[in-house]
């Protein structure tokens, strides 16, 4: 398993090298937050999921968020929630399935990565999706984002929010 990851990181790094960050400057029909986030465990899914609530209430942007189970689920497993999980990552750790799909196709004015584990898949969606601005936690890959916190100075989750609502409020209006 540890050779697949290597074999996703290098691939992620090469598409990054390539690549060229240019902030998009045409008009978004609809303003869209996108919110990405690994569900470790039911507390912390439910308290992001309040999060983006939070955000769409305060920004007066629709917030979608997809979520990472990095556990297998049975293909019969759903949620209220566009998700996906290890069953759909490919070998490279890049992930696809119907949600991950749908989620690519919209334009995004920022993409939100609460990701602090530093899962590869939610990297590599990151990257792929279409967005004017991509803000991250203490990410692996700082070059795929624009605005990046560092969060050794904040020790609580509820306080990693607060800064990223903080941020959101001045980049959005």
Known sequence: MKFLRRIGEISLKRRLAK???KASEAPLFTPLLAVLFPAENLQKQQANIQFCQKLEEITGIKTLPLVFMPKRLD???????????LGDLNFLGIPTNHDVDLFKQRDYHTVV??????YLSLH????????RHKLAIRPKFQKLYDIVIQSE?????????ME????????TT
């Open 153 to 161: 100075t904040l020790e609580s989750d509820d306080n990693i929010r």
């Open 19 to 21: 690549a060229i960050f």
């Open 164 to 171: 990223i609502i903080e941020i959101l409020t001045r980049i």
């Open 113 to 118: 990565n609460l990701d602090t584990s530093n």
């Open 124 to 131: 590599h969606l990151s990257h792929s999706l279409r967005a």
């Open 75 to 85: 293909h019969k497993v759903r949620f209220s929630f566009p998700h996906y999980n």
